[in-house]
T-cell receptor, first 111, second 115 residues
Framework: KNQVEQSPQSLIILEGKNCTLQ??????????LRWYKQDTGRGPVSLTI?????NTKSNGRYTATLDADTKQSSLHITASQLSDSASYIC??????????FGTGTRLKVLA | GAGVSQSPRYKVAKRGQDVALRCDPI?????LFWYQQALGQGPEFLTY????????KSGLPSDRFFAERPEGSVSTLKIQRTQQEDSAVYLC?????????????FGQGTRLTVV
């Protein structure tokens, strides 16, 4: 069964600190993996997208990694800001219209 | 418009009432998706349109759910005889194509509460 699992389920950090979110997937075949940020009451917004051949992609303070062999991805947030408080969702595509969503990690950044 | 627009943003329905949720995708986007997102969960696939054709409706939870996109642009998700378990955020997304290789842009969602 195609699944995307994320950890931790929730995370609280202090402003300015770094953090890393994890994503494990069993989707096959694999086409690409995206990380989305979803603010409360908003739709998800794409942060990064990586294909099979890419193992790192950065977007400002966000850096995503992908290990296609172990089927793991991580999202590293550097120098966190209050505005980073949101849910971060890992989404895997098998190349069709069906995206498989993880349940997300809820990040809270405290001042 | 500049992005995917959904209306209403919030809907409170009495159990048994019918509701209709609207999605205006980005102009020119071929693919349109509906997702259901329960509190604290990731979005779950409901249905997929390519232009006006509904190619996949396997995620619709029951025959009370019906979606249409008659002219290949605006889409409506209709829920008949709403039940409490239908309470969720309903997200619409559109993309230029539907192979998963292009960006899918999401609307802000409609939060449905059935009381």
């Amino acid at each position: 069964k195609n699944q995307v699992e994320q950890s931790p389920q929730s995370l609280i950090i202090l402003e300015g600190k770094n953090c890393t979110l994890q994503c494990n997937y069993t989707v096959s075949p694999f086409s690409n993996l995206r990380w989305y940020k979803q603010d409360t009451g908003r739709g998800p917004v794409s942060l990064t997208i990586m294909t099979f051949s890419e193992n790192t992609k950065s977007n400002g303070r966000y850096t995503a990694t992908l290990d296609a062999d172990t089927k793991q991805s991580s999202l590293h947030i550097t120098a966190s800001q209050l505005s980073d408080s949101a849910s971060y969702i890992c989404v895997v595509s098998s190349g069709t219209y069906k995206y498989i969503f993880g349940t997300g990690t809820r990040l809270k950044v405290l001042a | 418009g500049a992005g995917v627009s959904q209306s209403p943003r919030y809907k409170v329905a009495k159990r048994g009432q019918d509701v209709a949720l609207r999605c205006d995708p980005i102009s020119g986007h071929v693919s349109l998706f509906w997702y259901q997102q329960a509190l604290g969960q990731g979005p779950e696939f409901l249905t997929y349109f390519q232009n006006e054709a509904q190619l996949d409706k396997s995620g619709l939870p029951s025959d009370r759910f019906f979606a249409e996109r008659p002219e290949g642009s605006v889409s409506t998700l209709k829920i008949q005889r709403t039940q409490q378990e239908d309470s969720a955020v309903y997200l619409c997304a559109s993309s230029f194509e539907g192979t998963g290789g292009t960006e899918a842009f999401f609307g802000q969602g409609t939060r449905l509460t059935v009381v």
